[in-house]
C-alpha cells in the first residue's frame, strides 16, 4: 500500500468553483501533515500545514480525520493562479523526512 | 524572505559519469535534505542530514550516492557513475527545528544521456 495515496484528477472547474479532493495516509505514526502547492517543474511549496481541528487560510481549508487517516483541500472562489498540483504530505515530525502523495492536479478556466 | 540555493539548475552528463549537485541552505537551519521527482512521478526522499552526519536515507540511497557539507555554507549531492535513470529533478530542503521551516530549493534538472 503506497504511504500516501491521492486522487489524481485532474478536476477542471470554472472561475469561481469550489473544488475539494482528500488523500489517505497509511502510517498511524504520522503527526505533521501538509499540504504543498507545485507548479509545473518547480518546487514545492508550502500550501498549508494541517492541524486537527481543521483551519482555513484564505479560500482554502484543509481536514484531518486521523481516525480514517484522511486529509482534504477545499478551495473556495477558484482563480486562474490556483491551477497548479496540490500535494498531500505526511511526516512523523516537523523535522523528519516528508511522505509525498503522487499530486492532485487542478485546473482553473476563464 | 531566506532561500535554499541549488546550483546548476540543469545539467546533461553522460552514463558512467559522476556529477555533483550543489545546495547552499538557509543559515540558522540545522537539518537538511535531497528528494527528487523523476518526470511525472511523485517527489521521494533521499536522504537527511543533521549534526554532520546521515540521519536517514531511503533505499534508493545506495552505495551510488554520497552527501557531504565540506564547509558551514554547502551541501552537496554526488552521484557516482550515473544511469540513466538518475534523470530527474533533484531538490535540496532545510528546515528549521523550532517550527515548521521546510524550504526546498529550486531543483537541478539533471539529465543523463
Known amino acids: 500500500r503506497k504511504e500516501v495515496e491521492q486522487d489524481p484528477g485532474p478536476f477542471n472547474v470554472p472561475e469561481g468553483a469550489t473544488v475539494a479532493f482528500n488523500c489517505t495516509y497509511s502510517?498511524?505514526?504520522?503527526?505533521?501533515f501538509f499540504w504543498y502547492r507545485q507548479d509545473c517543474r518547480k518546487e514545492p511549496k508550502l500550501l498549508m500545514s494541517?492541524?486537527?481541528s481543521g483551519n482555513e487560510d484564505g479560500r482554502f481549508t484543509a481536514q484531518l480525520n486521523r481516525a480514517s487517516q484522511y486529509i482534504s483541500l477545499l478551495i473556495r472562489d477558484s482563480k486562474l493562479s490556483d491551477s497548479a498540483t496540490y500535494l498531500c504530505?505526511?511526516?512523523?515530525?516537523?523535522?523528519?523526512?516528508?511522505?509525498f502523495g503522487a499530486g492532485t492536479t487542478v485546473t482553473v478556466r476563464a | 524572505e531566506p532561500e535554499v540555493t541549488q546550483t546548476p539548475s540543469h545539467q546533461v552528463t553522460q552514463m558512467g559519469q559522476e556529477v555533483i549537485l550543489r545546495c547552499v541552505p538557509i543559515?540558522?537551519?540545522?537539518?537538511f535534505y535531497w528528494y527528487r521527482q523523476i518526470l511525472g512521478q511523485k517527489v521521494e526522499f533521499l536522504v537527511s542530514?543533521?549534526?554532520?552526519?546521515?540521519?536517514?536515507k531511503s533505499e534508493i540511497f545506495d552505495d551510488q550516492f554520497s552527501v557531504e557539507r565540506p564547509d558551514g555554507s554547502n551541501f552537496t549531492l554526488k552521484i557516482r557513475s550515473t544511469k540513466l535513470e538518475d534523470s530527474a529533478m533533484y531538490f535540496c530542503?532545510?528546515?528549521?527545528?523550532?517550527?515548521?521551516?521546510?524550504?526546498f530549493g529550486s531543483g537541478t534538472r539533471l539529465t543523463v544521456v
Open positions: 494541517v492541524y486537527s
Open positions: 504530505v505526511v511526516s512523523r515530525s516537523n523535522d523528519y523526512k516528508l511522505s
Open positions: 542530514f543533521y549534526n554532520n552526519e546521515i540521519s536517514e
Open positions: 502510517n498511524s505514526a504520522s503527526q505533521s
Open positions: 543559515s540558522n537551519h540545522l537539518y
Open positions: 530542503a532545510s528546515s528549521d527545528p523550532t517550527d515548521y521551516g521546510y524550504t
